[in-house]
C-alpha cells in the first residue's frame, strides 16, 4: 500500500510550569492510502497530541521533533501559514463536538463557501452549488442549507462537520473522538457513513477514540499509544486476537462488552507526564514486570510481521 | 422499597415576552410522561436510554431535586412528592445520589477529607471534629482512598478521576443510606479504572445492604451491573423486567435497536446494521402514539402516523435527485406545507388542483405502506389540501415472556 503519512521518531513536548510534559515520544508509523487507522489510548496517552500534531494546531509553548512526512511534506517542519494552505484541503478534520467548529452565527452555507474559497478560486454560486451536493450527500436537505448550527440535532450537525471536512475531497481525514457526544444508535450512524466513504473513496482515516469497541467495528489496523510512546501497533484482527504488550492485552480485557461475565481493570493511574517512569513507561502497573523493565526502554520491534510492540518480553506473549 | 406510579415530569420552556403575548399555548419539555416502576430493597435497577429520555429526571425526581408535575413517589411508606422539609431531611440522608461528573461533585475549594466528612455535619450526626475525622478516614478506607491519612487534606484538584469518584461516593454512603441513585457514575471514566469503581460499588452493596438506582445510557454496563432494567424512550417506559429476559430476547423494536447499535468489540464479528432512521425528537413535541413510531423498523399502521410524519417524508423525498424537481414543482416550497395533529396541508393558490392531489396520492403509495395506510383521506376544501391520518390505537403496557412491553406488536 502507497504511504501516505508518515511518523519517524516524532516527539512533542509541553512546556508547563512544572516543567515539560513528554506527551509524544518517538512515534513511528506510517498510514496506508485508503487506510483506516485506529489511534487507542486513555487520557493523557498522547493521542489527540498526535491528531493535533497531523493538523499543527499544537499550543503555542510546545516543541515537535522527529519527521511527520505527508506527500513531499515533512509537517513537523513547516510553518503556520504553510499549514494553512494543507489544512482543510488535504487534510481536514472532524472533532468531537461539532459546534466547536461550527460558528454560531453563520448560517451552514455560508461555513461552505467560505471553506471553498479560501483554497480554491471559484464563483460564489460554483461554491453554493458544491455545498447543496455535500450537504445532500449526507442526508441534509438543501431546503435547511440556510438554517444556523443550532437549529439543528446532534447528528445532524456532525453529518454537516462531516460533509463540511471532505468537501475539498481531502486525502487525509483526521476524526478526534467523533461519536464521543452521540448517543449509541446515532454514533452507528455517523460510523456507517465514515464506513461508506471508505468504500467510495481513496481517502485515508485516522480515527482517534478511547472506544475500542469502535475501533473494532471501522479500522483496518490499530496503534496503541500508552504515556507518550506507541505500545503497540498492528492489523486490528491481530490485536483483538493476539495482543502483544501487556497493555494492549489489561486494555481489552477491561472493556466492558454484552458479553462481559467478569470485570478486569489495570492496577494503578497512567503516569505523570512530566516526570515519566525509567524503562518502560508500563512498568509499575505492568503485572508481568521484571526489574530490568525498570531500567531499559523497550525498542519498539516487529514481533509478528506487520505487528511491532515495545515490550521487552513481547516474544513471551506470542 | 420505593414505588413511583405515573410521575410526570415537564419542563417549562422559557420563551420571551413577546412569544408569550402572542401564543396561548405553553410550551413544556416532556421529560418524563406517565412512568411507573417499583424498586425492591437490595436490587440494582438500570434505567436506561439514550440522552433526553428522562432517565436523569427521575433519578432526581426520586430524591425531590425536581418537583413533578404528576403522579407519586413512595420511599419506605413516605410520599416522597408530599413530604414536608423536616420529613425530607431524614429521607435525604436515606437516599443519597451519585453524579456523572466527579470533578463537578466536589467543591475544589474544600478538602477531600472534609467534603466527605461534611454530610455528617450537616445532619448533626457527629458530636465532634474527632469524631467525624474518624469516621471519614474509616470510609476512606472502604472505598480504597488510600493512604487515607494523606488524602485526607489533599484537594479534588489533587486526585485523579477515579479517586475523586471514590471520594464522591465515600460521601454517599458515610450516612449509611438505604438507597443510591447513581446517575452515569463511571462515563467520565477511562475504561481501565471503570471496572474498579463498578467493583467498588458492588462491594458496597453487599457490605451496607444498598440498593442502586443506576443511571446509565451503556447497555453493555447496565446488562453486568443490573437485575432489572427499564428501558426509557422520550419519557416512556417501553420495556421493563429482569436483564436476562431482556437480553436474551429483547421484544420492544427500540430495545432492538439499542442493542443492535452497540459496538462489538471483536473485529471478526464485523456485520451490517439496521439502525432506525433519525434521531430522538423534541421531547417538546413528542409524536403521537408511540413516541418511536416515526423511527421504528417494526411500525404498524396504527402506531400514530400523524401530519408531520408526513411532512418529514416531503423531506426525505427532496434529498433524492430523481425526485426533488418534480416535487418542487407540484407541491410547492416545504416551509408552506403546515402540519397539526393528525393532519397536514398547505395553501393552494392558482395551480391545478387534480394533479396536486393526484401527486399527493402517488407519493404516498411510494412511502411507507404502514404509512400510507395509515391515511384517511386526501382533500381539497376551501382552497386547502389536507392529508389526514387515521388515529391511532391505545398504547397501555402489556406483559410479554416475563417483562413489560409498550408496543402494539403485542
Known sequence: ?318 | MLEVEDLVVHYPVKTSFLQRLFSREKLSVHAVDGVSLTLRSGEILGLVGESGCGKTTVGRAILKLVEPTSGMIRFEGIDVTRAKEADFRSLRRRIQIIFQDPHASLNPAMTIGRAIGHPLKIHGLASNDREVRDNVLRVMREVGLTPEEQLFDKYPGDLSGGQKQRAVIARAIILKPRLIVADEPVAMLDMSVRARVLELMLDLKTKYDLTYVFITHDLATARFLCDRIAIMYLGRIVEFGPVKRIYESPKHPYTRALLNAIPVPDPKRRAPKILPRGEVPDAVYPPAGCRFHPRCPAVLTTCGWEGRDFIDYLEERRLNPEKVQRDEEILGPLDEWWARGFQAGRKIGEEDATQLIEHVRSILTEAQPQMNQAVRDVSIRDRQITVEFHDPDLLGQKEVEGRLVECLLY
Do not use: W
Not at chain 1, 471553506?115 to 441534509?140: C, N, P, Q, Y
Not at chain 1, 498492528?234 to 483483538?240: A, K, L, N, Q, T
Not at chain 1, 462481559?260 to 481493570?265: D, G, I, M
Open chain 1, 1 to 318: 500500500m502507497e504511504t501516505l503519512l508518515k511518523a519517524e521518531d516524532l516527539s512533542v513536548h509541553y512546556s508547563t510550569k512544572r516543567g515539560y510534559v513528554h506527551a509524544l515520544d518517538g512515534i513511528n508509523l506510517a498510514i496506508g492510502r485508503g487506510e483506516t487507522l485506529g489511534i487507542v489510548g486513555e487520557t493523557g496517552s498522547g493521542k489527540s497530541t498526535f491528531a493535533k500534531a497531523i493538523l499543527g494546531i499544537l499550543p503555542p509553548k510546545s516543541r515537535i521533533e522527529g519527521r511527520l512526512q505527508f506527500h513531499e511534506t515533512d509537517l513537523a517542519r513547516i510553518d503556520a501559514e504553510y499549514f494553512r494552505r494543507i489544512r482543510g484541503k488535504d487534510i481536514a478534520l472532524i472533532f468531537q463536538d461539532p459546534m466547536t467548529r461550527l460558528n454560531p452565527l453563520m448560517r451552514i452555507e455560508d461555513h461552505f463557501v467560505e471553506t471553498i474559497k479560501a483554497h480554491e478560486s471559484v464563483s460564489e454560486s460554483e461554491a453554493r452549488a458544491r455545498a447543496v451536493t455535500a450537504l445532500t450527500s449526507m442526508r441534509v436537505p438543501e431546503s435547511r442549507i440556510r438554517n444556523y448550527p443550532h437549529e439543528f440535532s446532534g447528528g445532524m450537525r456532525q453529518r454537516i462537520m462531516i460533509a463540511l471536512a471532505l468537501v475539498l475531497k481531502p486525502s487525509l481525514l483526521v476524526a478526534d473522538e467523533p461519536t464521543t457526544s452521540l448517543d449509541v444508535i446515532v454514533e452507528a450512524q455517523i460510523l456507517e457513513i465514515l464506513e461508506d466513504l471508505k468504500r467510495i473513496s481513496s481517502m485515508s482515516l485516522v480515527l482517534i477514540t478511547h472506544n475500542l469497541g469502535i475501533v473494532a467495528e471501522v479500522c483496518d489496523r490499530v496503534a496503541v499509544l500508552y504515556a507518550g510512546k506507541l505500545a503497540e501497533l498492528g492489523p486490528v484482527e491481530d490485536i483483538f486476537a493476539r495482543p502483544i504488550h501487556p497493555y494492549t492485552r489489561l486494555l481489552l480485557r477491561s472493556i466492558i462488552s454484552l458479553d462481559t461475565k467478569e470485570l478486569h481493570s489495570i492496577e494503578g493511574t497512567p503516569p505523570d507526564l512530566v516526570d515519566p517512569p525509567s524503562g518502560c513507561r508500563f512498568h509499575p502497573r505492568c503485572p508481568y514486570a521484571q526489574p530490568v523493565c525498570a531500567e531499559q526502554v523497550p525498542p519498539f520491534v516487529e514481533f509478528r510481521s506487520g505487528q511491532p510492540a515495545s515490550c521487552l518480553f513481547g516474544k513471551d506473549f506470542l
